[in-house]
């Protein structure tokens, strides 16, 4: 199993990784610092994760023009979810617009919410 | 009806000129013709009268030759002594013939046998001859012996030659015929002194006859060589003594019309005259007979028309005589008033007038007026009168047309009503209004018009005039404005500033109109308002909307931050903690600890960027100052100078010495040192970096450019996002977006801008707007 990471905060990705690696130590996890590196990454390549977590606010690209841009056939494995800080009910309302997009998710991730999207 | 018919026969006449100088020309000709004839007559009694006269001259001198020639012969008869012998026959033969001029010879014929001749010579031939004997004269000589009395023969020829007449005097003895006392006279003398030679001469038809003796036939023995001659008409005198008789005819009648023709053509001319002048004369009155059928079928076209226009009328006629009584009324009057004709007659019409002014005491004395008309009912009616007096064989009648205004007396109130009430509107609006021809350059305006540019009212208005008060600015776009409408001719909605006499500044809108009237004139009208009060409070408004926008936009961005950078350090926290709980080594926990530290380390500068941005919104621009460019720059790069230094910077200024700048000092200091620290944050350490600030300034900004060479943005992709808050375009750690951000809302703040341009990999360059 393999979980991709794209978000732009440090702090939030060591703890992501603590926190995983806590639940499974055999679950692979991928980062990018933005949109752009995640993009330019799956643009030629089968996701092979199954689960991203997909931050919205990101400099170069941000989340919504990362799920604007990428091929869907790419990704027809893999289960994206937005995992943001921003409790604005817009952007909620946004992410009901993209198929691709599994669930919102509000930060702290906590280690109940991975075990649950792990689960399914 | 008699003088219809003299009229008539006048007429007649008047219509045949032609026939009338016609029958003119055979009056006048005929009574000249009449005239001609009586003059003739008259000169052919004068003729006959004279050639009587003539007749009885001849008769007389006839008389005295005779009697001369008597009175001869008797003398040389008395020489004849008692033995028959004649004494001094020669001697007193001599002195008688010389004493009688009638005479051509004397003889002496003793029994019948010529034997004393006088002149000798002339008439010798004579001689022996018996005059009893000889054939020419026996008859008459015998005649003379019978009657005893002196008898003239002949003419007849001569014995001794010559023609002529022989008085013979019977001379008696005492033994009874002694024989002829007798004288001879040639004809051609006779005729001279008898005066019927003059006869001829004088142009008379005469015969000079004898009745032959011996042959008994008539001998002419003179004439005026005329061919046919009337004896029976002829006037005669017979010589009894001699038997000859002389005829004068009356055959120069001839004559006498020849004299009287050139009379009558002076008739012919004379009639023809008066028969030209007849014609002349009568063809007036005959023009005159025309032109008066013309008025005659003009008067009854006319009439005609009157009766058609007086029944048929849509309009109310009444005929009144002089003392308002009526006479007639046509159908539209009696329809309008419910009266019947009958009703009207004899009443008069003031009694169903109610006039307006009591001051009209005789209607009719006017020639229009107002009142209100009586009808059956009691209805009334406003009507307009119009008089117009008709003189008819000097009886003074009136016609009246009467015109129902009560309509347009309703319609005028409103128009009147409506007129104030626009006056009032206008007056309340404070709404100007003008007009103009372009072509004639004739201005108007309305009080309010003088009011707004605070014109004097006599002041005289040309084209000018307005334009000198339009304000400078708004000068290039009202020349344009009034080059369209004159070209294209349409109406539109016009805004300028113009400035008062007393230099107010006033925003004025104007609604112009266009119009081309029928006969050509083209005018531009409309109306102006002043909006300055209305204008500047949207001005007012406007900036306040661009505040509460702004503020609107601020808060965004303030509840952004809050709801996604704090909330994201906040969320980091609560998983730290989280997994701080779970975890049990110490090495472990120490980890998320130092974690922890940097997550507040990040809180604490989102706070504090939160706070710079509510100062910026709370300030309000704070003090403005003037500022000096170029030593202020010095004192930004005087703070920079460890980073200038340390990464090779080359810094070039374009300003012009002592240039200065209003605005607040500590924003000036934080955008310059936002805008060069990014500058050189972002630099292209491919190259040397420069960085160029440039001075530029226009009418309402002064301007600073501040270029670099650095990495420049992509500005197709984040053109929107620059100045927002929290936008980073690169993974630059100490990126947070926030510099940009500030330095925007400082500049906007103080009403200036800043505007980027940029290429990837080529540089950036930031525009700061000052305004002036």
Redesign the interface.
Known sequence: MEICIVD?????Q??MK??IN?IDGNIAIRTF??GEDAFNYYKNNHCKCQIMLLDI?M??MDGWEFLENINKEDFKDSCIYLA?????YSDQERAKQFDKVKGYL??????EKILEITKE | MQLEDNRYHIHWFYNHPYLLSTLTFVVVFGLSFLIAQKDLWINQEKEAHKATETLQEVEGKIDQILKSSYVTTLSIALTIDDNGKPKNFNTVAEKLFNSNPNIDGIELVPDGVIKYVYPYEKHKGAIGLNVLDYEYSKTEAKKSIESGKMFFAGPLKFKQGGFGIIGRLPVYADDGFWGFSAVMINLETFLEKSGIQNLADEGYNYRFTKINPNTGEREIFNDNNSEDFDFSKAEKIVVEDAEWEIYLGQDNSHKAFIAASPFLIFGLFLAFGCALLTYVVLQRPAQLQRYIKLQTAKLLNSEIKYKAIFQEAGMSIIHLDENEKFIEANPKFLSKTGYTIDELKGERFSKFLQLQDDSFKKLLNYDKFEGKLICKRGLKKIVRVTNSALEVNHQITHILLIEDVTKRKKSEKKLKDLQDRMQMAIRISKLAYWDWEPEKGKIRWSDRMYKIFDIDKNQKLDSDTLSNRVHPEDFEKYKQDLKRILETKEGTTLEHRILDTNNKLKHILTRVECETSENGIFKVKGTTVDQTDKKEAMINLQHSYQMVVEQNERLLNF??IV???L??H???I???I??IR?LETFE?KKE?FN?LE??TI?LDETLTDLNEVIHIQKSDGGLVEEITLKPFLQRIKNILKREIKCNNITITENIPEGEQLKFNPAYLESVLLNIISNAIKYRDKQRNSEINLIFSETEEFKILQIKDNGIGIDLDSYKGQIFGM?E????FKN?RGIGLFVTNNQMKALGGKIEIESELNKGSVFTLYFKK
């Open positions: 732009d905060d440090r702090v939030y060591l703890l603590r926190l806590r610092y933005n606010n400099p170069k943001t800080s921003s409790i604005d509000t930060k702290p991730i906590t280690k | 509840s952004y709801s996604h950078n909330r994201s906040s969320s980091n609560q998983g730290l989280h997994l779970d472990e998320m974690l940097e997550v990040s929290y980073t375009f690169t993974d990126s």
